[in-house]
């Protein structure tokens, strides 16, 4: 029996926030089915994910707010146990419902998720290892895992790894990352006391709060412009503006953000980070699904 306490700490709403690297991925791909589509969609977002909040949550024990939980519960022991399952689930899924390729990278992710909470490695207290981890992991490999399982053609049983070597899934898996490495210290921005009281220097502690801001305006811009060169290159430049129309309430939402958080601190605090992290999930997975359903 899973108590409340483990099920709220699995964060499985949380998933949302990491749904446009796979929405992305299944506008990019030239062999989507929707049985695929489905099966990769509950593989991550209901197990491969809520794994691995159960995981770093077990051993965070966070007391403050934590993304998707303002007031989360004390952890429970059955945390960890039910968490390990998840992961055997989905990685048993991911070897009946796709191949094994796909469920070797699932694999490498749950392992590297547990690198960087597991106290005895804990990557999560280095601000840069914690930062290139995420970037990585959340962005590049999850969208090139996702290429790979809606790739699979069911004329001619799948294509394995040489599906990524194609030369516009590298260079959107770098672009999903860079996406990433930008907007992951806004994540951390109103946990700086709690991840100083537990010795974690998460990027965001270490730049500070004005720091955050400038940094993850840079890496964005760094994103925009390649998402120009990819749609214009790869597609088709309408694509980008298209792209651009979507994100404009992130945009704006985002500005007035940094202007208060500037004159006062305080702003940045969780119910502003969850609200940015809403918009900015929700224009994306329209977008791409939009893109999606166009091709």
Same mark, same amino acid.
């Given at each position: 029996? #899973? ?9 499985? @709403? ?30 991550? !977002?209901?197990?491969?994910? @809520?794994? *691995? ?12 707010? #934590?993304?998707?939980?303002?007031? @989360? ?9 039910? =968490? ?5 689930? &989905? ?17 490498? +992710? ?7 909470? !597991? @106290? ?22 999850? +969208? ?14 799948? +294509? ?8 516009? !899934? ?5 672009? #999903? ?14 946990? !700086? ?9 998460? #990027? ?16 964005? &811009? ?9 749609? *214009? ?47 900015? =999930?929700?224009?994306?997975?329209? +977008? ?8």
């Amino acid at each position: 029996m #899973i108590t409340r306490s483990t099920l709220l700490h699995l964060r499985i @709403p949380f998933s949302i926030f990491l749904m446009p690297v796979f929405c992305f991925a299944a506008s990019q791909v030239e062999h989507l089915t929707w049985q695929m589509y489905f099966a990769v969609f509950v593989i991550l !977002h209901i197990f491969v994910y @809520p794994a *691995s909040n159960g995981f770093n949550s077990f051993y965070d024990k966070d007391e403050g707010s #934590i993304g998707g939980l303002k007031n @989360p519960p004390k952890v429970k022991q059955d945390l960890l146990f039910t =968490s390990l399952i998840f992961d055997v689930i &989905g990685l048993f899924f991911s070897f009946l419902l796709v191949n094994w390729q796909f469920a070797l990278l699932v694999f490498i +992710y749950g392992m590297m998720s547990k690198a960087y909470s !597991h @106290p005895s490695i804990r990557l999560k207290k280095y601000a840069i290892g914690g930062w290139l981890t995420v970037g990585i992991f959340q962005g590049a490999c999850t +969208y090139l895992m996702c290429v790979l399982a809606f790739e699979k053609d069911f004329l001619t049983d799948f +294509y394995g790894f040489e599906v990524l070597y194609k030369e516009r !899934h590298l260079f959107a898996a770098a672009l #999903i990352s860079i996406l990433l490495l930008g907007s992951y210290p806004m994540t951390q921005i109103y946990q !700086h006391e709690e991840d100083a009281k537990r010795g974690d220097k998460t #990027i965001s502690l270490l730049l500070g709060i004005r720091g955050t801001f400038i940094f993850t305006i840079l890496f964005f &811009g760094i994103a925009t412009a390649g998402f120009y060169f990819y749609f *214009s290159t790869f597609q088709d430049e309408f694509y980008f503006w298209l792209f651009q129309a979507f994100l404009a309430p992130v945009l704006l939402y985002f500005v007035y953000w940094t202007i208060i958080s500037w004159r006062d601190a305080s702003q940045a605090n969780f119910q502003r980070t969850m609200l940015l992290n809403v918009l900015s =999930s929700l224009s994306m997975i329209a +977008y791409f699904t939009i893109i999606t359903l166009m091709k």
